[in-house]
């Protein structure tokens, strides 16, 4: 059986911002060890047109999911992510180990 590109068919938006946070988690997160959860405490801020995450500068178009209520419903319906009810969002063992396919398409290292 073939392995099914994007399974929960997440629309490109929810993609784009689970990418990215599956970036700032493996650079900035919170691991739980025993869950397989990570924990974003800080969300990035957009600064101009462009964001920081980690070592990558990212477009503020491809990083406005963040600042979408929306984004983090459906990833969170999807058990991808949850709400800790604190201004960060932890991602489930499912949403760290989801394959978005976009890892490596917008992230650029920074310049400054």
């Known amino acids: 059986m ?3 590109k994007n399974p929960l068919k997440l629309n ?7 990418a990215l946070a599956q ?3 493996n650079d900035h997160g919170e691991a739980d060890e025993t ?10 801020l957009v600064h101009g047109d462009h964001v920081h995450i ?14 979408n209520p929306a ?16 201004p960060g969002v932890t991602l489930t063992a499912t949403g760290v180990a989801y394959d978005t396919g976009l890892s490596d398409r917008f ?4 310049d400054h």
């Open 71 to 86: 984004v983090w419903t459906a990833l969170t319906r999807k058990g991808l992510v949850r709400d800790t009810g604190l």
């Open 107 to 110: 992230v650029v290292p920074s």
């Open 35 to 44: 869950s397989g959860e990570i924990t974003l405490v800080d969300m990035p």
């Open 54 to 67: 980690g070592a990558f500068t990212v477009s503020a178009r491809d990083a406005s999911g963040f600042a």
């Open 2 to 4: 073939a392995f099914k």
């Open 23 to 25: 970036v700032l988690a």
């Open 12 to 18: 490109k938006l929810q993609l784009r911002t689970l």
